[in-house]
């Protein structure tokens, strides 16, 4: 189907077009004509899936009709984990919108807040938010949601791990009753469904994590090795490898600035982004990754949420995370919107638990590739594709989420110099804690058209 038979207008089918879409992908095929009418929508889709525009168009489309008449209101809500997500999607609602006469904010924290009430003053159609800014706004008059009649939860799940979850029903709470509310989640957990009880009544439900439905091509395999011999591996695939650019996950920040400094010492310019670093920092450091001035980039979990740079063609994981939701995220970074990536997995005895989860989530075993030099002394056992972490299970040892897991696709690899596939044959760590999150007024009018 194309853009034209969604019921989107000519203003932003012409920016789409100029953006370069030709077709809708399948979650905007759907979710479009759906939010159009006015449906509320619980959507389980991944970042990578066109997720963004399946909510940001039709909200475009239903405010572009009339404006924000009063200060301090806002017609559309979209809530995100993280500044990164408020800021991305804030930018995609200046581009799909770039021929419509909205405005749009993004808010969030760890910076100054006179600045954020000072654009909220004279009323906005659409603020992008991460929960505890806006509701300290909130608390603080800066902010009125009366005239909002829109609520977006994007990557719900995501804002449920981070703990914001009495944030959300504080802010949703003081919502107009009569509203559309849209849910997206990259997977629709127990959590994610109570959330979704309570606040999107008559939902319709859609899914978008079946592998038939368009989702992207991503080769995923994992090498065994030992911790200590980390780093002395990711410097040999990069040099051997030669990669154009990768995306290099971490669980701490400070095993992001050390691996930047033992990849300098072999000779291997990186670098990283976590949440010590300034926001003005992790900004530049986006921007020169995504202009590709930066080849190597070292991110913890949460900070890399934001990325948004189409075709990144490699995502190595140097710790597994968890929960195993967080992997399925991370390799989303790559194979976006139909290209193909790669996602590699440095894995050790020590993350033989979160393997185990990971590897039970997608339902199947990870290819296991041998690089020549790097056996490790300690094995990585095969995992337990039933495995369900004490937290999960019940008296009787059986899972209590019943959900299933959505399972990325898998192609198998070209043989590699010297990577070899072998025989087929964790501790469940936290990431790092939540960032602040909470900023200026960005508008995307005038930022992005720069
Ligand atoms: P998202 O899942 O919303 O983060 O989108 C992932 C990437 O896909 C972004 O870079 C979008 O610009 C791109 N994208 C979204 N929709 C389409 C489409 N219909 N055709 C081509 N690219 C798209």
């Known amino acids: 189907m194309p853009f034209s038979k969604l019921g989107l207008s000519e203003p932003i089918l012409n920016a789409v077009t100029e953006l370069g879409y030709t077709t809708p992908t399948p979650i905007q095929a759907e979710a479009i004509p759906l939010a159009l009418k006015g449906k509320n929508l619980i959507a389980a889709a991944q970042t990578g899936s066109g997720k963004t525009a399946s909510f940001v168009l039709p909200i475009l489309e239903l405010l572009s009709g009339g404006e924000t008449q009063r200060k301090k209101r806002a017609r559309a809500l979209i809530l995100t984990p993280t500044r990164e997500l408020a800021v991305q999607v804030c930018k995609s609602i200046g581009l799909y919108g770039k021929h419509l006469n909205l405005n749009a904010i993004a808010i969030y924290g760890g910076v100054d807040y006179a600045p954020q009430k000072q654009a909220l003053i004279d009323g906005v159609d659409i603020v992008v938010a991460t929960p505890g800014r806006l509701r300290d706004l909130y608390t603080q008059r800066a902010i009125h949601f009366d005239e909002t009649t829109l609520l977006v939860l994007d990557e719900a799940d995501r804002m449920l791990d981070m703990g914001f979850i009495e944030d959300i029903t504080k802010i949703i709470d003081t919502l107009p009753e009569q509203r559309q509310n849209l849910l997206f989640s990259a997977t629709l957990s127990r959590q994610v469904r109570e959330l979704a009880k309570e606040t999107v009544s008559d939902a319709i439900q859609l899914s978008f994590n079946k592998e038939s439905e368009g989702k992207p091509n991503i080769e995923q395999w994992i090498t065994t090795v030992d911790k200590d011999k980390k780093s002395a591996l990711l410097s040999h695939l990069i040099n051997d490898q030669n990669w154009p650019q990768a995306l290099i996950f971490i ?108 590897e039970s989530r997608l339902d199947h075993l990870l290819e296991r590739r041998v690089i020549e030099g790097f056996s490790p002394r300690k094995e990585v056992p095969v995992s337990v594709l039933n495995y369900v972490p004490k937290s999960q299970r019940d008296e009787d040892g059986k899972r209590i989420k019943s959900e299933k897991s959505a399972k990325p696709g898998v192609v198998r690899s070209k043989s590699k110099s010297s990577i070899k596939p072998s025989n087929r044959s964790g501790n469940g760590k936290s990431t790092e804690a939540a960032e602040s999150n909470t900023q200026a007024g960005f508008n995307p009018w005038t930022d992005s058209k720069r």
């Not at 597994?320 to 919107?337: K, S, W």
């Open 251 to 358: 669980e701490t920040k400070h095993g992001a600035a050390k691996l930047v400094s033992q990849l300098e010492k072999r000779g291997i310019e990186a670098e990283c982004i976590h949440s010590g670093r300034t926001q003005a920092i992790r900004e530049q450091i986006l921007a020169d990754f995504k202009s590709g001035k930066i080849k190597y980039l070292i991110s913890t979990g949460i900070s890399a949420r934001g990325i948004d740079i189409d075709e990144l063609p490699l995502v190595i994981n140097y710790d597994l995370p968890f929960p195993a939701d967080e992997y399925v995220h991370r390799i989303g970074r790559t194979g976006r919107a139909g290209s193909s990536g790669e996602a590699i997995s440095l894995v050790s005895k020590d993350d033989f638990k979160n393997l185990c989860m990971i």
